[in-house]
DNA sequence: GCATGATCATGC
DNA sequence: GCATGATCATGC
């Protein structure tokens, strides 16, 4: 005879209720020392919930983990930063059967069907203690608010339409803007085959990214309550698109810095992605001078080297002092381009300084480059027009292409190794490389950083050539 | 015309 | 005080 749980398994609010209970507090202070001698490894945090706070088995993989009550359980870590806390990693879903995800249209997908309502319980992580002794700081149900979802199932869609290409090996974490297919497996060698290429893809897991997750956070600890209202999902996951008014909708909130393009899931046109939109926007302005753009878009005049994205955020309808809500979430970067009437670059494209001293301890995939070089941009282009004055051009989205970030990789290594051997005289140049160098920024040349070896060298970061990057937005 | 070293201006 | 986006200055 089994015993009764101390839950209602069919109803997701009686699971969260009792999930709650462990609200700044961890398993060991719930269940007592006695499951120390069981649970050991790292890891094993979210195993261990299900089967010994939740008392069920780890079922099928396509169901969510509440099957009776839709609920699937994710577990993730916080860390503590300066102004409070905020996500560790990024929140990994299911991993992508490239053999099946693609034979489904999204409402009946995998992804969907286990992952459409989530009891999120996340942790401060901390690298003193086991699992078992991690604090539970945010435990709340979670539905995406019909503005997001509208874009992860765009995103979605994305990552299928390039398996159905037989591009599953070019997946990039960077193609997409809230959910992502990172990587997953042991290590880079763990590949799989794919059904429309006889090349080898890396195995990827559809996932949140961090940035995105702050959001939740920032939102739950602001006391917002998240609104679980299934039925508003209809409208974003029917065919035909007509958006209406939408019951899942985050309440208003001051969250003081961040501002949507889409104010209302209305705003958009049928078929249209939210990079279609923004293009959309700033279509109407092409050809226009940057003079005319400040006048239309009632700009105070400045001549503030910032003024190209004060005029890009205010064509996205985002109000100056304010970031881009969908960018932010997407961790994506606006660059603004200035052409020549020539059609040439003004500048190369910089990024940071490089940390002599932490690149030498970093690998490849948790390096600052990698992580920069993989995510989306959105480029500004302006160009000179005959009487010298900048117009707009042209944007775009854009990721790095799969095989320039090998070459990435090698600069990245190449780069290191430079600093390793405490050589800072033969760093990658414009004129040895397609796409990347290595150059000096900084106040002036007494402005240094100290190296691993404690000498002092001068500033220096990563930059994109004005070349590749002009052949890339032509 | 471009590569390269250097520096400016602003905002956090 | 410093990092970053932007730009200048020089020389080949």
């Not at 009686?14 to 961890?26: F, G, H, P, Q, R």
């Not at 359980?73 to 990693?89: A, Q, Y």
């Not at 290409?165 to 992502?180: F, V």
């Not at 393009?261 to 249209?272: C, H, L, M, P, T």
């Amino acid at each position: 005879m089994e015993k009764p749980l101390p839950y209602d398994k069919t109803s997701p609010k009686s699971i969260e209720a009792y999930a709650k209970k462990l609200l700044n507090k961890s398993l060991y202070d719930v269940l007592g020392s006695e499951i120390k001698q069981t649970y050991k490894g790292k890891g094993k945090l979210g195993q261990a919930l299900e089967e010994l706070y939740f008392q069920y088995m780890p079922n099928s993989k396509s169901e969510p983990d509440f099957v009776e009550a839709g609920v699937e359980l994710k577990t993730s870590p916080l860390k503590k930063i300066t102004r409070g806390l905020v996500s560790k990693e990024r929140l990994v879903f299911n991993i992508i059967d490239y053999k099946k995800e693609h034979l489904q249209e999204f409402r009946k997908s995998n992804f969907w069907r286990k992952n459409h309502l989530l009891l999120l319980m996340f942790f401060l992580h901390d690298a003193e203690k086991i699992d078992l002794e991690y604090l539970f700081k945010i435990i709340t149900l979670w539905e995406f608010p019909a503005e997001d979802l509208k874009i992860i199932k765009d995103d979605w869609e994305k990552i299928i339409s390039k398996i159905k290409e037989g591009k599953a090996h070019e997946i990039s974490e960077g193609d997409t803007l809230y959910l992502g297919a990172c990587t997953k497996g042991a290590n880079r060698e763990s590949l799989t085959s794919q059904p429309f290429s006889s090349v080898m893809a890396m195995q990827r897991a559809f996932s949140l990214k961090s940035k995105y997750l702050n959001f939740i956070i920032e939102k739950y600890f602001a006391g917002e309550k998240f609104k679980i209202n299934q039925k508003g999902y209809d409208k974003i996951l029917g065919d035909d698109y007509s958006f209406h008014e939408s019951s899942v909708r985050y309440q208003k909130l001051d969250l003081e810095d961040v501002e949507p393009v889409v104010k209302s899931i209305k705003d958009y046109r049928q078929g249209e992605t939210f990079e279609d939109l923004v293009l959309r926007r700033f279509s109407k302005h092409y050809g226009k001078t940057e003079k005319v753009l400040i006048k239309e878009l009632g700009i105070k005049e400045t001549n503030a080297k910032h003024k190209y994205s004060l005029i890009a955020k205010a064509i996205m309808g985002v109000r100056k002092g304010k970031e881009i809500e969908e960018f932010e979430k997407a961790d994506m970067i606006m660059k603004t381009i200035r052409l020549e009437n020539s059609g040439t670059l003004k500048e190369s494209m910089s990024f940071a300084q490089i940390k002599f001293k932490e690149i030498i301890h970093e690998s490849w995939e948790d390096s600052y480059w990698f992580n920069t070089i993989t995510k989306r941009f959105f480029f500004v282009v302006f160009q000179k027009n005959e009487n010298g004055e900048l117009e707009l051009k042209k944007v775009m989205f854009w990721t790095m292409p799969y095989y320039d970030i090998e070459t990435a990789k090698k600069f990245w290594e190449d780069t290191k190794k430079k600093i390793k051997n405490d050589d800072y005289q033969h760093f990658i140049k414009a004129s040895d490389d397609r796409i990347f160098h290595i150059r000096p920024k900084a106040i002036n040349s007494k402005d240094l950083m100290e190296t691993p070896s404690g000498r002092m060298e001068k500033k220096k970061c990563y930059w994109l050539n004005a070349l590749y990057i002009k052949q890339v937005i032509s």
